[in-house]
């Protein structure tokens, strides 16, 4: 009887597939609690007088309306129709506000404004619909860093940077690099050297 001999090679492979197991890829964290970003809108009229101007009233019932809505940084308006002074001394009243401006043109008398709030709402952690399986190819399960993720989202000073971040812009970076230096070259007075010759002063 002849003896058939395999390579050692194809033996090792024959081993190796019958240990593997079709099982998925590795597959990311899954959406179900992350933060979502929605834009709350609001429009707003402002008339305008005989000569174009805005009244003293109507600027304090704007404000009124502005405090309730609550813009924060990141927020933004359009101003529509009225005279070119009218849209200047509005948007003077809004940039004090920390709000984006974009002004458009219109041939209306009045003033049309719209402003748009962007909010971020948060999942409850904890969410225990799915079982979890080691099994469900390696997915990181729904409450992994959620607790983390949260507060984050709820740190942002504009929530709409989570959809899509803003385009790099020129920082004053002296202050930092001047510290860095310092600390290199030794020159920097740690706290404890500036608190031993502050005792000794007096």
Known sequence: MMKKIFPLSLL????????????????????????VV????????????????IAVSELARLDSFVSEINPTFGDS????GGSQDSQIELERFFKARNLEVYRQTSSNSNITLLL??????????GNWNEVEDPTNGQALPDNHGCANRNNLARMLAAPGDLRNGRTLSNTIAGPEILGLQ??????LRTQEATSSNTTGEQ
């Open 12 to 35: 090792a492979a024959l081993a190796l597939s019958a240990c593997a197991k079709d099982e998925p890829s590795p597959t990311a964290i899954r959406q179900n609690t992350h933060p």
């Open 38 to 53: 929605s834009d709350l809108k609001y429009s707003y009229r402002v008339p305008a007088t005989a000569d174009g101007t």
């Open 77 to 80: 308006v359009v101003i529509t």
């Open 116 to 125: 748009s709030k962007a909010v971020v709402t948060v999942g409850n952690c």
């Open 182 to 187: 310092k600390y290199r070259t030794g020159t």
